[in-house]
Protein backbone atom coordinates (compact mmCIF):
# COMPACT_ATOMS: atom_id res chain seq x y z
CA UNK A 1 0.00 0.00 0.00
CA UNK A 2 1.06 3.90 -0.74
CA UNK A 3 2.75 5.10 2.12
CA UNK A 4 1.15 8.90 1.64
CA UNK A 5 -2.24 10.28 0.84
CA UNK A 6 -2.70 13.44 -1.38
CA UNK A 7 -5.38 15.70 -2.49
CA UNK A 8 -7.09 13.45 -5.59
CA UNK A 9 -7.36 17.38 -7.97
CA UNK A 10 -5.84 20.55 -8.03
CA UNK A 11 -6.48 23.82 -10.21
CA UNK A 12 -3.39 26.49 -10.59
CA UNK A 13 -3.57 29.85 -12.43
CA UNK A 14 -0.68 29.82 -14.92
CA UNK A 15 2.54 31.90 -13.99
CA UNK A 16 1.44 31.59 -10.18
CA UNK A 17 3.13 28.94 -7.54
CA UNK A 18 1.48 25.76 -7.50
CA UNK A 19 1.49 23.87 -3.93
CA UNK A 20 1.23 20.08 -4.28
CA UNK A 21 0.85 18.66 -0.52
CA UNK A 22 1.69 14.96 0.32
CA UNK A 23 1.18 13.61 4.31
CA UNK A 24 3.22 10.83 4.88
CA UNK A 25 2.39 10.52 8.93
CA UNK A 26 4.07 7.04 8.92
CA UNK A 27 7.44 7.62 7.52
CA UNK A 28 10.21 5.78 8.60
CA UNK A 29 13.91 7.63 9.79
CA UNK A 30 15.67 6.22 6.55
CA UNK A 31 13.02 6.80 4.07
CA UNK A 32 12.89 10.04 1.92
CA UNK A 33 10.09 11.96 -0.02
CA UNK A 34 10.26 11.62 -3.22
CA UNK A 35 7.92 13.70 -6.29
CA UNK A 36 7.58 12.46 -9.34
CA UNK A 37 4.86 13.64 -12.50
CA UNK A 38 3.72 12.06 -15.17
CA UNK A 39 2.25 14.10 -18.01
CA UNK A 40 -0.16 12.58 -20.25
CA UNK A 41 1.11 9.66 -22.42
CA UNK A 42 4.90 9.60 -20.87
CA UNK A 43 6.68 8.31 -18.41
CA UNK A 44 6.76 9.13 -14.95
CA UNK A 45 9.43 11.98 -14.44
CA UNK A 46 11.65 13.05 -11.25
CA UNK A 47 11.35 15.93 -9.52
CA UNK A 48 12.88 15.87 -6.77
CA UNK A 49 13.68 14.48 -3.42
CA UNK A 50 14.60 14.98 0.53
CA UNK A 51 14.97 13.88 3.92
CA UNK A 52 14.46 16.30 6.26
CA UNK A 53 15.80 19.95 4.74
CA UNK A 54 14.26 21.62 2.13
CA UNK A 55 15.13 21.18 -1.22
CA UNK A 56 15.41 23.11 -4.18
CA UNK A 57 16.22 22.66 -7.97
CA UNK A 58 15.30 23.95 -11.30
CA UNK A 59 12.21 22.07 -11.55
CA UNK A 60 10.91 23.18 -7.80
CA UNK A 61 11.23 23.33 -4.28
CA UNK A 62 10.19 21.14 -1.89
CA UNK A 63 9.57 21.54 1.89
CA UNK A 64 9.19 19.15 4.66
CA UNK A 65 7.78 19.92 7.45
CA UNK A 66 9.93 19.83 11.25
CA UNK A 67 8.43 16.07 11.89
CA UNK A 68 8.97 15.17 8.17
CA UNK A 69 4.77 13.64 8.26
CA UNK A 70 4.35 16.13 5.43
CA UNK A 71 5.79 17.91 3.15
CA UNK A 72 4.80 20.71 0.14
CA UNK A 73 5.73 20.46 -3.61
CA UNK A 74 6.02 23.96 -4.76
CA UNK A 75 6.18 24.80 -8.13
CA UNK A 76 7.34 28.40 -8.22
CA UNK A 77 5.62 29.71 -11.29
CA UNK A 78 3.52 26.81 -13.19
CA UNK A 79 2.75 26.81 -17.45
CA UNK A 80 0.47 25.01 -18.83
CA UNK A 81 3.34 22.41 -19.66
CA UNK A 82 3.00 21.57 -15.87
CA UNK A 83 -0.34 20.16 -16.21
CA UNK A 84 0.13 16.43 -14.86
CA UNK A 85 -0.45 13.54 -12.16
CA UNK A 86 2.30 14.44 -9.63
CA UNK A 87 2.98 11.36 -6.95
CA UNK A 88 4.25 11.54 -4.11
CA UNK A 89 6.36 8.67 -2.92
CA UNK A 90 8.15 7.62 0.17
CA UNK A 91 10.70 5.29 -0.04
CA UNK A 92 14.82 4.27 1.03
CA UNK A 93 17.32 6.15 -0.59
CA UNK A 94 18.59 2.94 -2.56
CA UNK A 95 18.56 1.68 -5.59
CA UNK A 96 17.16 -1.26 -4.80
CA UNK A 97 14.23 -0.26 -3.22
CA UNK A 98 10.94 -0.41 -5.10
CA UNK A 99 8.70 2.85 -6.18
CA UNK A 100 5.44 2.37 -5.12
CA UNK A 101 2.69 4.68 -6.70
CA UNK A 102 -0.58 5.77 -4.90
CA UNK A 103 -3.12 7.41 -7.14
CA UNK A 104 -1.31 10.79 -7.09
CA UNK A 105 -2.84 14.91 -7.31
CA UNK A 106 -3.94 15.52 -11.48
CA UNK A 107 -3.01 19.25 -11.57
CA UNK A 108 -4.57 21.45 -13.82
CA UNK A 109 -2.57 24.66 -14.89
CA UNK A 110 -5.42 26.99 -16.25
CA UNK A 111 -4.39 30.11 -18.75
CA UNK B 1 20.58 10.61 -15.46
CA UNK B 2 19.30 7.95 -17.21
CA UNK B 3 18.25 7.22 -21.12
CA UNK B 4 15.58 4.39 -21.01
CA UNK B 5 13.79 3.32 -24.39
CA UNK B 6 11.17 0.55 -25.28
CA UNK B 7 10.21 -1.59 -27.85
CA UNK B 8 7.73 -1.69 -29.26
CA UNK B 9 5.79 1.85 -28.35
CA UNK B 10 2.38 0.18 -28.88
CA UNK B 11 0.82 -2.90 -30.49
CA UNK B 12 -2.42 -4.46 -30.77
CA UNK B 13 -2.56 -8.27 -30.40
CA UNK B 14 -5.16 -11.06 -30.51
CA UNK B 15 -6.00 -12.56 -27.17
CA UNK B 16 -4.23 -15.54 -26.97
CA UNK B 17 -1.16 -14.84 -28.31
CA UNK B 18 2.09 -13.09 -26.75
CA UNK B 19 4.07 -9.98 -26.90
CA UNK B 20 7.61 -9.40 -25.54
CA UNK B 21 8.54 -5.89 -24.91
CA UNK B 22 11.98 -4.49 -24.66
CA UNK B 23 13.55 -2.02 -22.18
CA UNK B 24 16.97 -0.58 -23.10
CA UNK B 25 19.10 1.84 -20.50
CA UNK B 26 21.75 4.13 -21.91
CA UNK B 27 24.37 3.17 -19.44
CA UNK B 28 24.21 0.48 -16.41
CA UNK B 29 21.68 0.10 -13.72
CA UNK B 30 21.57 -1.63 -10.96
CA UNK B 31 17.97 -2.36 -10.69
CA UNK B 32 15.16 -2.42 -13.54
CA UNK B 33 11.48 -3.06 -12.46
CA UNK B 34 8.42 -3.15 -14.57
CA UNK B 35 5.27 -1.56 -14.17
CA UNK B 36 1.61 -1.65 -15.87
CA UNK B 37 -0.71 1.11 -16.04
CA UNK B 38 -4.48 0.42 -16.63
CA UNK B 39 -6.62 2.98 -18.02
CA UNK B 40 -7.18 5.77 -16.04
CA UNK B 41 -5.01 4.66 -13.26
CA UNK B 42 -1.86 4.86 -11.73
CA UNK B 43 0.77 2.30 -12.17
CA UNK B 44 1.50 -0.93 -10.18
CA UNK B 45 4.62 -2.37 -9.28
CA UNK B 46 4.98 -5.84 -11.66
CA UNK B 47 8.25 -7.38 -10.88
CA UNK B 48 12.31 -6.09 -9.70
CA UNK B 49 14.31 -7.83 -12.76
CA UNK B 50 17.40 -8.94 -10.87
CA UNK B 51 20.37 -9.59 -13.22
CA UNK B 52 21.59 -12.86 -13.68
CA UNK B 53 18.29 -14.51 -11.52
CA UNK B 54 15.01 -15.00 -11.72
CA UNK B 55 12.50 -11.96 -11.07
CA UNK B 56 10.92 -11.16 -7.90
CA UNK B 57 7.10 -10.58 -8.55
CA UNK B 58 4.81 -8.85 -6.76
CA UNK B 59 1.38 -10.17 -5.27
CA UNK B 60 -1.43 -10.51 -7.86
CA UNK B 61 1.39 -10.97 -10.60
CA UNK B 62 3.09 -14.73 -11.71
CA UNK B 63 6.08 -15.74 -13.78
CA UNK B 64 3.78 -17.98 -15.96
CA UNK B 65 1.89 -15.08 -17.07
CA UNK B 66 4.57 -12.22 -17.71
CA UNK B 67 8.05 -14.21 -17.32
CA UNK B 68 11.01 -11.81 -17.48
CA UNK B 69 14.52 -11.51 -18.39
CA UNK B 70 17.56 -9.09 -17.80
CA UNK B 71 20.32 -11.18 -19.37
CA UNK B 72 22.73 -7.30 -18.59
CA UNK B 73 22.98 -4.18 -16.55
CA UNK B 74 21.70 -2.40 -19.91
CA UNK B 75 18.45 -5.18 -20.92
CA UNK B 76 15.19 -6.38 -19.56
CA UNK B 77 12.62 -7.92 -21.53
CA UNK B 78 8.86 -8.34 -20.20
CA UNK B 79 6.42 -11.06 -22.03
CA UNK B 80 2.86 -10.72 -21.31
CA UNK B 81 1.73 -14.27 -22.17
CA UNK B 82 -1.86 -15.58 -23.27
CA UNK B 83 -3.00 -12.67 -23.82
CA UNK B 84 -6.73 -11.40 -22.93
CA UNK B 85 -8.08 -7.97 -23.14
CA UNK B 86 -7.95 -7.39 -19.55
CA UNK B 87 -3.90 -7.19 -20.36
CA UNK B 88 -4.78 -3.90 -22.30
CA UNK B 89 -2.45 -1.35 -20.38
CA UNK B 90 0.61 0.47 -20.65
CA UNK B 91 3.53 -1.46 -19.70
CA UNK B 92 6.60 0.99 -18.23
CA UNK B 93 10.13 -0.46 -16.97
CA UNK B 94 11.88 2.24 -14.66
CA UNK B 95 15.83 1.45 -14.06
CA UNK B 96 17.58 2.91 -10.49
CA UNK B 97 21.29 4.76 -11.00
CA UNK B 98 24.04 5.46 -8.53
CA UNK B 99 22.35 8.62 -7.63
CA UNK B 100 19.58 6.29 -6.56
CA UNK B 101 16.75 7.50 -8.54
CA UNK B 102 14.42 5.93 -10.76
CA UNK B 103 14.22 6.84 -14.49
CA UNK B 104 11.12 5.49 -16.68
CA UNK B 105 10.89 4.77 -19.72
CA UNK B 106 7.92 5.94 -22.00
CA UNK B 107 5.88 3.16 -21.98
CA UNK B 108 4.47 -0.18 -24.50
CA UNK B 109 0.64 0.35 -25.13
CA UNK B 110 -1.16 -2.74 -25.54
CA UNK B 111 -4.66 -3.04 -27.04
CA UNK B 112 -6.22 -6.68 -27.09
CA UNK B 113 -8.27 -7.49 -28.77
Known amino acids: DAKTTQPTSMDCAEGRAANLPCNHS???????VYWYRQIHSQGPQYIIH???NNETNEMASLIITEDRKSSTLILPHATLRDTAVYYC????????????FGPGTSLSVIP | SAVISQKPSRDICQRGTSLTIQCQVD?????MFWYRQQPGQSLTLIAT?????????ESGFVIDKFPISRPNLTFSTLTVSNMSPEDSSIYLC??????????FGPGTRLTVL
Open chain 1, 89 to 100: IVRVYASYDKVI
Open chain 1, 26 to 32: TISGNEY
Open chain 1, 50 to 52: GLK
Open chain 2, 27 to 31: SQVTM
Open chain 2, 49 to 57: ANQGSEATY
Open chain 2, 94 to 103: SGGTGENTQY
